[in-house]
């Protein structure tokens, strides 16, 4: 079961597992696995479910659930984690749904490709989730999924802007949260996110890789941040 395979990579990690949860959106990925892919609301309420669920599971000896979904009979998920209640993040930027999901019951919401000044906006959303739900704000850690389209030099940043273009195309339109430019200008882009409250960047790759441009990321902007990489 999948609480279980959790456990045993926390164990392996020697406590450092972390666990994200998400109300799902690629119909392709459900029908690879024999799931079916259900309306979105159904989708939002199976996971207000599972992290409660999965919270159980990871910290209670005996754990009951009566869920419409889920259900848990005096079941047990043993071993226990090593850490007494690893972290557990929701993925997402719905805002009646997601955002509410994770002020009532996440310590991580993570977003994925959203500009500086959107995640600033959901984050503020979240804020209010919480409060309506009688949790401090600073509790949920908050983090943004990025892809990266640098390039080391002009030329580069131009061959990876086209390459962005040709395969995101009209997604485009909605999704802004992408490293473009040269080291400087992602350098400019990093702290936008950071003065909007991410606590993490979590830098999205796709093939094929510069390597020219992922040394620049590392030589150039993340000693901006203090961050310094060991060859």
Known sequence: MQQNALVTV????NGRMECGLGAGWHEAEYRGYGIPFEAIGIREDQLDEGIQVIRLL?????????????QLNAARCNPKPI??????????????RTLRTAAKYADGWNAPYISAE????????????CLRERRDPARVLRTINVG??????????????????AEWGAALETR??????TPSQVTDQVA???????????????????????H??????????GVKVQA
């Open 118 to 129: 959107e995640f600033a906006r959901k984050s503020r959303i979240l804020d209010d989730w």
């Open 58 to 70: 990871f910290t209670q000896e005996v754990s009951d659930f009566k869920g419409k979904y889920f």
């Open 176 to 181: 802004s949260g992408f490293f473009t430019g």
């Open 83 to 96: 850490q007494k209640s690893p972290r557990i993040w929701i993925g997402g930027v719905g805002e009646k």
């Open 192 to 214: 936008a996110y950071a003065n909007a409250g991410a606590a993490r960047l979590n830098v999205a790759l796709r093939a094929p890789y510069d390597w020219e441009a992922l």
């Open 216 to 225: 620049a990321y590392v030589e150039e902007v993340l000693p901006a941040f």
């Open 148 to 165: 990266f389209y640098m390039g080391a030099t002009e030329p580069g940043a131009k061959r990876n802007a086209e390459q962005l273009r």
């Open 10 to 13: 926390d164990h392996i990690s």
